[in-house]
């Protein structure tokens, strides 16, 4: 199993600088992003094969994660349950 985690410090500026083509040639089972600064609905991209998990920060422009995955997960939590965290 191939996993790639990236703080790409802002996707959508990622996205004109190869990030598909970087995808393309990892051909990584998971694809795990920090600093995604954006919400999923604000850039439109293929990366065919994933299933996306996006955790975005309330404030628009701030933090965020996504994961992407060839398989499924059994489960996707996006919090601890624990309310102090």
């Known amino acids: 199993m191939k996993l ?10 990622c996205l004109n600088k190869g990030f598909l083509d970087f995808c393309a040639v990892a051909d990584a089972d998971i694809i795990c992003l920090q ?6 609905e604000q850039a ?4 065919p094969g994933y299933h996306r998990y996006w955790n975005s920060a309330d404030k628009a422009g701030y933090s965020g994660t996504a994961v992407f995955t060839r398989r499924q997960p059994l489960n996707v939590a996006y919090d601890f349950g624990i309310d102090e965290h």
């Open 4 to 13: 790639v985690s990236w703080n790409v410090n802002g996707l959508r500026a």
């Open 35 to 40: 600093e995604t600064k954006m919400r999923p």
């Open 44 to 47: 439109e991209f293929d990366l």
